[in-house]
């Protein structure tokens, strides 16, 4: 019963931590204002056209890459949305990386479509990528492919589920220009059906919350850590050459993280703002889907080193699911304390949760569940990249070995 003591003081005073931390992210998050309507230009229909005022060299071109595999269900309209943007100065690159399923073929028929339509000025090009190079995960190949072809000032790598609003990237590129932000990501309003996936998704974001803590990517006086989220990484093309480009990080299944933290290193002005009312995501459509696409990933988060998974795994065990056991067992000022860390806990939980996602609710009260499913998904992720010395992603292998020599 003493080391039940001990751990119960331990825990409180982590979750006291955790609080300070939470209370101090509020004054760093951010949500993406909207633009004032004449930022660019004057509006005409429904584009926003350059304002005569304006020198040409002020408006930026955006590159916007798209890379997508097997993405037939959701890739026409991501592209549609992106095609009426309301910002003029616009180019869309999607690159069809090997697919199988008819993704190139709608993407042509897009493209033709698009060219056809007067009220649509926005450049169109499709690049069909039918092999992948050792040393290249696909996704990132198809990123770099995209930027090779680019000819923006910035450059905007964002998936092929995103959908946007109108202003979206009008919005982006006048808050980097009007505060000299060299990276913007967005975390995007979370399209999540279904009470256990949408209680595992919530967990999820929460607990890698409190690890990378996502909020200090907006404090300009550190450079270790940034952020950068996949739905919406928009860069000057300094800033991404600057960082080595997805050269830098061929094999990381995790690029998104590691261009944000990248950034940081560089010593490079980071934003990181909700951008729920700009754009919006379907992670995933099934809590089964979540549970198979992270335990091919997860072990990456880890550097692929079993050390770390350990402690991460033991951590969640510890402060995150025993609480709730001990709270029955511990007895006498012990099990006070476990409860005051359990409301500490669910407090840290809905402020995050609702400050990323804007959603947050009755999937608390299967909260010790989903700390469970947690850990057994990286048990189940380190076990799976040991078994096979190295991982499937989208139709190709990829050896622990090669992974391991980009792990930075």
């Not at 680019?150 to 589920?161: E, K």
Request: hydrophobic fraction near 45%.
């Amino acid at each position: 019963m003493p080391i039940i003591k001990l751990l119960a003081i331990i825990t409180f005073i982590y979750w006291i931590i955790m609080l300070w931390d939470t209370l101090q992210a509020r004054k760093r998050m951010l949500s993406l204002p909207h633009a004032p309507p004449d930022a660019f230009a004057a509006s005409s229909g429904h584009k926003l056209k350059p304002n005569p005022a304006m020198n040409q060299q002020e408006l930026p071109l955006v590159s916007v890459v798209i890379a997508a595999k097997e993405e037939e269900a959701s890739i026409v309209e991501t592209v549609k949305h992106l095609l009426h943007q309301t910002y003029s100065r616009l180019e869309i690159i999607a690159v069809n990386d090997r697919s199988q399923d008819g993704t190139g073929r709608k993407l042509e028929e897009l493209r033709k479509w698009s060219e056809g339509k007067e009220n649509i000025s926005i450049h169109l090009k499709i690049i069909h990528v039918t092999t992948l190079p050792a040393g290249w995960l696909g996704k990132n190949h198809a990123l770099y492919q995209g930027y090779m072809q680019a000819r923006g000032q910035y450059v905007l790598f964002t998936d092929a589920d995103v959908l946007f609003q109108p202003n979206t990237i009008a919005d982006a590129v006048h808050y980097m220009k009007a505060n000299e932000v060299d990276h913007l990501t967005l975390a995007p309003n979370m399209i999540v059906n279904g009470f256990w996936l949408r209680a595992f998704v919530m967990y999820f974001f929460f607990t890698l919350s409190l690890y990378v803590r996502p909020w200090r990517s907006n404090i300009d006086s550190q450079h270790k850590h940034g952020m950068g989220i996949g739905a919406f990484n928009l860069l000057t093309r300094h800033a991404y050459e600057k960082i080595g480009t997805h050269e830098a990080f061929a094999l990381r299944p995790d690029d998104d993280l590691v261009l944000g933290k990248r950034v940081k290193q560089a010593m490079l002005r980071q934003r990181l703002a909700s951008g729920r009312e700009h754009i919006a995501v379907e992670w995933y459509k099934s809590l089964g889907e979540a549970v198979r696409g992270l335990e091919k990933n997860l072990f990456s988060g880890f550097q692929y080193k079993l050390s770390l998974a350990f402690i991460g795994v033991l951590g969640q065990l510890i402060m995150f699911l025993f609480p709730f056991i001990a709270l029955f067992i511990a007895g006498g000022w012990a099990s006070w304390i476990y409860g005051l860390s359990i409301l500490i806990m669910l407090f840290v939980y809905f402020r995050l949760v609702h400050s990323l996602t804007g959603i947050g609710g009755t999937e608390v009260l299967v909260f010790p569940l989903t700390v469970g499913l947690l850990c057994y998904i990286v048990v189940r992720s380190v076990w799976l990249t040991l078994r096979q010395d190295g991982i499937h992603w989208r139709g190709t292998y990829y050896s622990l070995n090669e992974l391991r020599k980009m792990r930075r």
